[in-house]
């Protein structure tokens, strides 16, 4: 291909990456570095607020930003160098947690909480969406040609509705009164609430993540099995090889790849999880590295929000993807270069 | 082409059959509004849009929304509404103006204490207040013989023995939601408990005695609550009672008119209101007091401004009131307290009276400290003394980062 016909294509598509991705990435890691304030004076102020027949005024002393000549407030930009990491990762407590051999307190600081189910969920999930998807493919492919349309088309509806919908129709139906412990509740006779206690919410959680993502893993692998070489299969039944024996000496190592960048695909996404906290109101018991991240941004009530601790965070949450990646990715590097290809 | 119907769609909706009808003047400069969005707010700004040229958002996203748009030059709306805890971004950035040369002008009709007087200059118009009370099924209350609770300790009594009689799914309800929710219920019962917020050098005094009264109230309270309390916002806490769930509940003043709305309500006319209970004897029911207003943003002409100010009095006068009694516990003359309002009047008349929800930056970061602190003490990962101290370091990080602590 001619230079100036690759450029043409792949240009466009480098241009977005470096606007929406590498830009944003190099902002966040400088913002993670540094803290913006507004420069503040501390003033009497008397504060007259409507009681329900008179009015109270109090005079009290309050921090209140100072105003430039056009009505902005003054930002103060400091560098703090790791003091961001540092609020984030509250390694001194994590220390005095471990020297004391309270390891239940690690628990207790918000970061190391939230990795601790982050990644539970993700290494959880994943041998059982690459399993699940796996059995819906085989059973597809050994089904009749005449129902296969329909079994596709219904095996995939989990993967297209959007997460925080379905998360949330999940916690309609297991909430205190939803339909689904209504009927539990009438068949067990006991008092059921998924949602008062952690372990419950985590089991409905890895639960929703694996129906969501398995018709993923499934379409892939199904689109794999269709490449499987018939020769070798044939040669393996003729040697008396079992179905199990197939599967285990044949198939599978043929979908080997498939199974990596499956991998890939939801070791990255699983360690972004966020919608299953929101959708199930989960904040009280589990929290994600992703919604650690949300709740630094989100301004309270007068408008303050932690940009740089949610930087810090957000780099602390692309490190821990990197080092995730690197184990499929040497595989698939390992792959391509001793590749017969 | 399209985008220009949509609003004019719009802007009919909001005049209504009655357009024009009700308000004094013609409206001719082109004014919007964005307000939290339960029932008052939708009276006021139908109200305003009798006027014309009208166009109201009601959002509860209003908080996150309402700094950003103001901030704009030309600001993106020229009336907000606003409360005294959402107040203090558009103040601490000059967003909003002040209103006194207008109150001179069109402000006739407001009394005075609808006027939000910060250092001397009116800054924002009242119109309501809110707090919470005691709702409570008087159906249910009355049956067992139990007269109505004025303390936590009474409450919890009363709950011992609904719990006992088996009557309803869950003697109490409660605004516990990881969060805001959950932050200001613990604020309620901590300055029940006489507690003050912060020390004069800006650091927090939660850490004390009343802070961990407050927590060991709340957790004596879930024992007769649902078990998915963590999960429950007001909203959720005013559908328990309508469906017939719960039978009392600390909730707040605009939610009350909920419970007669025959569309909606399994239980019209069996809730009562009552003051907040006291958390001990001798001090304030334990809950805050609160505002809602409108403001008046800077970044417009002072054209626009009048118009605003006009249509912002057009919206909470006389005649919206007389329409809309029950929606809320108006500020305005003309408005006839009703039964579902003595619940909060009691407890706004009671001496000492519950202290106003402070609108400080300091504020905002220890509401946020608490909400995220106080879910691992109610789970039972903590006890009140670590959660108190880990209160105390999240606000101390934050306020550090805002250079409000050194």
């Given at each position: ?101 309270n390891?239940g307190d690690i628990l207790q600081i918000d970061?190391w909480k939230a990795?601790r189910f ?53 916690y309609?139906?297991?909430v205190g ?14 008092n059921i609430s998924m949602f008062a206690q952690s372990w419950t919410i985590e089991?409905l ?72 906290i929101i959708?199930f109101r989960s904040q009280a018991h589990v929290i994600s590295?992703?919604w650690l991240?949300?709740d ?46 | ?131 919470q ?19 936590w300790t009474?409450v919890l009594?009363?709950s011992a023995?609904?719990k ?5 799914d869950y003697p109490l309800g409660g605004t516990l939601k990881s969060g805001w929710n959950l932050a200001q219920d613990f604020n309620n019962m901590y300055v029940g408990f006489?507690g003050?917020f ?6 927090t005094?939660v850490n004390s005695d009343a802070g961990v009264k407050a927590l060991e109230e709340i957790k004596a309270s879930m024992a007769y609550m649902d078990p998915e309390v963590l999960v429950s916002d007001s909203t959720y806490v005013?559908?328990q009672?309508?469906?017939?769930k719960i039978?009392m509940a600390n909730l ?25 209970p006291?958390a ?6 334990a809950t805050t ?77 220890l509401h946020t400290a608490i909400g995220n602190e106080v879910p691992a003490f109610l789970t039972g990962d903590r006890d009140a003394t670590a959660t108190l101290m880990a209160i105390q370091e999240a606000y ?11």
């Open positions: 291909m001619k230079f100036k016909t690759f450029a043409a294509f792949v240009g466009p598509s480098i241009f977005m990456m470096i606007l929406f991705i590498a830009l944003p990435l190099v902002s966040v890691f400088v913002e993670s570095f540094r803290n913006t304030y507004d420069l503040r004076e501390q003033i009497e102020v008397e504060t007259c607020t409507p009681g329900f027949l008179t009015q109270t005024c109090v005079t009290e002393v309050k921090n209140v930003p100072k105003l430039d000549e056009d009505g902005k407030t003054i930002k103060i930009t400091e560098w703090t160098g790791l003091e961001s990491y540092r609020n984030v990762l509250q390694m001194d407590k994590f220390w005095e947690a471990v020297k004391s051999g390891f970061f990795l982050t990644l539970m969920f993700t290494l959880l999930t994943l041998p059982l969406v690459v399993g699940v998807g796996l059995i819906i493919a085989l059973t597809v492919n050994n089904a009749a040609r005449a129902i296969r349309g329909p079994v596709i088309f219904i095996s995939l509806l989990p993967f297209i509705i959007t997460p925080v919908i379905g998360s949330l129709s999940i309609w139906l297991f009164d939803g339909i689904l412990t209504s009927m539990m509740e009438r068949w067990t006779g006991t089991f959680m890895y639960f929703y993540r694996v129906w969501h993502v398995a018709p993923f893993a499934f379409v892939i692998f199904y689109a794999g099995l269709q490449t499987v070489n018939m020769d070798t299969l044939e040669s393996a039944v003729i040697d008396g090889a079992n179905r199990f024996e197939r599967l285990r000496y044949v198939i599978i190592p043929h979908l080997m790849p498939l199974i990596v960048f499956i991998a890939l695909i939801h070791l990255m996404d699983c360690y972004r999880v966020f919608e299953e959708g590295l992703q991240t949300y630094f941004l989100t301004p309270d009530d007068s408008g303050s929000r932690a940009i740089s601790r949610a930087s810090a965070s957000a780099m602390l949450t692309m490190i821990g993807i990197v080092f995730l990646l690197i184990l499929p990715l040497r595989r698939t590097w390992r792959d391509h270069k001793g590749g017969t290809h | 082409m399209m985008l220009k119907k949509l609003a004019l769609a719009g802007a009919m909706s909001l005049m209504g059959s009655t357009a024009f009808a009700a308000c004094a003047f013609e409206n001719t400069v082109p004014v919007k509004s964005l307000s939290a969005g339960f029932e008052a707010w939708k009276a006021v700004t139908d109200a305003m849009g009798e006027c014309g040229n009208v166009q109201a958002e009601l959002d509860q996203e209003f908080r996150t929304k309402q700094p950003a748009a103001f901030e704009a030059n030309p600001s993106l709306y020229q009336i907000g509404g606003v409360s005294n805890g959402t107040i203090t971004p558009l103040l601490n950035a000059g967003t909003i103006r002040p209103l006194d040369d207008l109150v001179a002008k069109y402000g006739q009709n407001l009394a005075p204490n609808q006027l939000i007087k910060i250092d001397g200059k009116v800054m924002a118009i009242a119109m309501m207040v809110n707090t009370h005691l709702m409570y099924r008087e159906d249910i209350l009355s049956d067992l013989g139990i007269a109505v609770p004025t303390t009474e009594d009363a023995k609904i006992e009689a088996g009557v309803i006489g003050e912060f020390n004069d050098d800006n650091t005094a005013q559908q009672f309508q469906q017939g039978a707040w003043a605009s939610r009350a008119a909920a419970m007669d709305d025959e569309a909606e309500s399994q239980v019209v006319g069996k809730v009562k209101m009552a003051m907040a006291l001990m004897d001798g001090g304030s029911p007091l609160w505002w809602d207003g409108i403001v008046i943003a800077t970044n417009i002409s002072d054209e626009e401004a009048d118009a605003a100010f006009r249509v912002a009095m057009e919206g909470i006068d006389t005649e919206m009131v007389e329409a809309n009694n029950d929606a809320a516990i108006w500020l305005v003359s003309g408005y006839k307290p009703g039964e579902l309002s003595q619940g909060t009047i009691a407890t706004a008349m009671h001496s000492p009276a519950p202290p106003a929800y402070p609108s400080t930056t300091q504020m905002g970061l101390t990080t934050s306020a550090k980062e805002e250079g409000i602590l050194k």
